[in-house]
Nanobody, 124 residues
Framework: QVQLVESGGGLVQAGGSLRLSCSAS????????MGWFRQAPGKEREFAAA????????WYGSSVKGRFTISRDNAKNTVYLQMNSLKPEDTAVYYC?????????????????WGQGTQVTVSS
């Protein structure tokens, strides 16, 4: 049974930082591209970041590029999202996901497994 468990969310002031973690089990983690998506109330799920199965290649949504960094530790079956210079509009539930392919998964329908999400709230 595949499980993805996010942690690290919380309340932070604008300009602050948070680091999200996603621990994976039940899958061959090092064979999967991984991604982070977010969903704010009343809005559609939005792509935030992804990396390939090695972690050497990364992709970012335009709203987070330059502020967020995705990374992974294949030895720990964990993917991270470092979020800096946070803005109130970054407030959302953040989900990690494991992709159906190893490289370049940017759409939600390219992901097979999803975590339950972690809330990030940025106050102004």
């Amino acid at each position: 049974q595949v499980q993805l468990v996010e942690s690290g969310g919380g309340l932070v002031q604008a300009g602050g930082s948070l680091r999200l973690s996603c621990s994976a089990s039940g899958l061959a983690f090092r064979s999967y591209g991984m991604g982070w998506f977010r969903q704010a109330p009343g809005k559609e799920r939005e792509f935030a970041a992804a990396n390939d199965f090695t972690g050497d290649n990364t992709w970012y949504g335009s709203s987070v590029k330059g502020r967020f960094t995705i990374s992974r530790d294949n030895a720990k079956n964990t993917v991270y999202l470092q979020m800096n210079s946070l803005k109130p509009e970054d407030t959302a539930v953040y989900y990690c996901a494991a992709a159906l392919k190893r490289w370049g998964a940017l759409r939600a329908d390219e992901y097979a497994y999803w975590g339950q999400g972690t809330q990030v709230t940025v106050s102004s």
